[in-house]
């Protein structure tokens, strides 16, 4: 489970190994909370005990840190497109 760099706050962002078969998006998790959200285009995947305020901070850090969650995945996917967004 590969966890981004660089992003700091009180939530880990990551992927699971066999995530490479589905479209871009990242899991969030606080303690014992966790959500899914795709990348492109930015939409919840799945909420396990975030409040809405909770998905609404998660969702402003996602969209400030697009670049390097998509980095971070093309790394751990090994695909070489960058984000232009």
Known sequence: ????????????????????????????QKEKLICKFWIQPMALASNHGFSAKELNAIRKIITTKKYRI????????????????
């Open 1 to 28: 489970m590969p966890t981004i760099k660089n992003i700091p706050g009180p939530y880990r962002f990551f992927f699971y190994s066999f995530d490479c078969n589905e479209q871009r998006h990242v899991h969030v």
């Open 70 to 85: 998509m980095e971070a995945w093309n790394e751990h996917c090994g695909e070489n497109t960058r984000c232009e967004d």
